[in-house]
C-alpha cells in the first residue's frame, strides 16, 4: 500500500529506514532473504541489516565470500527457481566484478525465455563520493545500468525514498539495482512507519516553482534545495524534480516542468560526461526544444577518477554552489 498523509510525523535516518525495510519485508513474505558480504554478523557495512540475522537466522541473512560474480549466480538462481533474493554489492564500483551475471544473465533471461521467466531479483548497492574512499569505492555508476534493457534502477534522495523504493523494488517481478548514496546515509526525514511503496517510474516534485527547472537525483535533490533557497533570494523561483527512479525514466514530468519554466539543468554526482543527465538533456530538447529559452545545462563530477585527499575529493563532488554558479550562468547573471 501507499503512506498516508494522515501518517504519524516520525524521523529516521536513511540507514535506518533501508533496514527498516528490510526487516518488515522479510516479516511480510518469507521468500525474500538477504545474501552479501559482512550482510549477517557485520550487520552491513553500512549497517543496513543490523539486527536481522538475530530475527531471521542465517538461511535468509547470508554471509557470502568475496566473490560477487558468485552472488549475483546464487540471486539468479534463487530468483528463478521462485524465491525473492535481496543480493546486497557492497560498493557500486564492485558492480564490475560481475558485470557478466548482470548484463548477460540477469538483465536477459526474461527475454530469451520469450516472457516466461520471472525474475525477482533486488540488487542492492552504495555509490558515490564524498568519503574518503578513494576511487575504488566512490563511483557513481548508474548511467551503465540504466544502458541496459531488461533493468530498472532506483535512486532514493532521503530516507523516504530509501525505504519505499526498496519494497517497490523488492515487490517487482523483474531485476531492479537500488543505488544508495552514501553521503546521505544520516539524513533524517520523516518515514512512515507502516510498509509503503512508492511506484517505480514515477518522479516526483520535490520543489514548486516557476521560471527554471533543476533535474537532480541522489544526494543532489538536497543540494539542489540549498540551492534554490540561495537563488530564490536572487527573485528566481526553481521547480526540483528528482525522477526517482531512472530507469524507466519518467520523462513526461520533467518536460511538463520545462515546458512550464522554459529552462532545465540536470545535476548528478557521477562523471558529467555520459551520465543520465545526458540522456535527460536528449530527450528534454526532443520533446520540448520550442519551450527552451537556453540550452539545457548539466552538472556533475570531473572526468577523473575521484581523489582520495579530502581538499580534492571536496573540489571533486558537485554541490549546491556548483549548481547556483551553473544557474547564474544559463541567465546571463
Request: glycine share 10%; net charge negative.
Amino acid at each position: 500500500m501507499t503512506s498516508t498523509e494522515s501518517s504519524p510525523k516520525r524521523e529516521l535516518a536513511y540507514v535506518q529506514a533501508i533496514n527498516e525495510g528490510l526487516t518488515q519485508l522479510m516479516r511480510a513474505d518469507p521468500d525474500i532473504f538477504l545474501a552479501g558480504e559482512d550482510v549477517a554478523l557485520y550487520g552491513g557495512v553500512f549497517g543496513t541489516s543490523r539486527g536481522l540475522l538475530a530475527e531471521f537466522g542465517s538461511d535468509r541473512v547470508v554471509d557470502t565470500p568475496i566473490a560477487e560474480s558468485g552472488l549475483l549466480g546464487l540471486g539468479l538462481g534463487a530468483a528463478a527457481t521462485g524465491l525473492r533474493p535481496i543480493i546486497e554489492i557492497m560498493f557500486m564500483d564492485f558492480m564490475g566484478v560481475c558485470m557478466d551475471e548482470i548484463v548477460n544473465q540477469v538483465a536477459k533471461m526474461k527475454y530469451m525465455f520469450g516472457g516466461k521467466a520471472v525474475l525477482p531479483l533486488t540488487i542492492q548497492t552504495m555509490s558515490g563520493g564524498g568519503t574518503g574512499m578513494a576511487a575504488q569505492h566512490s563511483q557513481s555508476l548508474e548511467a551503465w545500468f540504466c544502458h541496459v534493457p531488461g533493468l530498472k534502477v532506483v535512486m532514493p534522495s532521503g530516507p523516504y525514498e530509501a525505504k519505499g523504493l526498496l519494497v517497490s523494488a523488492v515487490r517487482d517481478d523483474n531485476p531492479v539495482i537500488v543505488a544508495n548514496v552514501k553521503t546521505i546515509l544520516a539524513h533524517r526525514a520523516h518515514v512512515p512507519e507502516e510498509l509503503y511503496a512508492i511506484p517505480l517510474g514515477k518522479a516526483h516534485i520535490v520543489r514548486p516553482g516557476s521560471n527554471f527547472t533543476i533535474v537532480a537525483t541522489g544526494r543532489m535533490v538536497s543540494e539542489s534545495l540549498t540551492a534554490a533557497d540561495q537563488l530564490a533570494a536572487e527573485g528566481i523561483d526553481v521547480e526540483i524534480v528528482d525522477p526517482r527512479t531512472l530507469q524507466p525514466l519518467d520523462i513526461e514530468t520533467i518536460v511538463t516542468s520545462v515546458r512550464k519554466t522554459h529552462r532545465a539543468l540536470i545535476a548528478h554526482e557521477a562523471v558529467r560526461f555520459g551520465g543520465i543527465g545526458a540522456e535527460i538533456a536528449a530527450q528534454v530538447q526532443e520533446e520540448v526544444f520550442d519551450y527552451l529559452d537556453a540550452p539545457v545545462g548539466r552538472v556533475g563530477a570531473p572526468f577523473a577518477p575521484v581523489p582520495f585527499s579530502p581538499p580534492l575529493e571536496k573540489l571533486y563532488v558537485p554541490n549546491a554552489g556548483r549548481i547556483v554558479a551553473e544557474v547564474r550562468r544559463m541567465l546571463g547573471r
